[in-house]
């Protein structure tokens, strides 16, 4: 049973910074591409970013980029999102996903075969 946990949110001014970790356990970690989403109260989830197996490719949406660093350490089972500069709009609760295959194809299928329970981040004065 493939097992994934957030940590790290919490709340933040604007112009702060945080960093998200999500811990895999009960799978073969490098196998998966994992990616990092979100969603805002009374909105859809979105796709916030995501990182292939092998680190070197990494994708993120358009509003994060420049701000946003997703990685990966592979010996430790974990994924981290370095998130800089936030925003009030980058409230939201923040999951982590797991799936085989392509971490480009998050882009186009917003689909996960394991999702975490989510962390909960708010930018505020």
């Known amino acids: 049973q493939v097992q994934l946990v957030e940590s790290g949110g919490g709340l933040v001014q604007p112009g702060g910074s945080l960093r998200l970790s999500c811990a895999v356990s009960?799978?073969?970690?490098?196998?998966?591409?994992m990616g990092w989403f979100r969603q805002a109260p009374g909105q859809e989830r979105e796709f916030v970013s995501a990182?292939?197996?092998?680190?070197?490719?990494?994708y993120y949406r358009d509003s994060v980029k420049g701000r946003f660093t997703i990685s990966r350490d592979n010996a430790a089972n974990t994924v981290y999102l370095q998130m800089n500069d936030l925003k009030p709009e980058d409230t939201a609760i923040y999951y982590c996903?797991?799936?085989?295959?392509?971490?480009?194809?998050?882009?186009?299928?917003?689909?996960?075969?394991?999702w975490g329970q989510g962390t909960q981040v708010t930018v505020s004065s």
């Open positions: 996903a797991a799936k085989s295959g392509s971490a480009r194809a998050y882009l186009s299928t917003p689909t996960a075969d394991y």
């Open positions: 990182i292939s197996w092998v680190p070197g490719n990494t």
């Open positions: 009960g799978g073969t970690f490098g196998k998966y591409a």
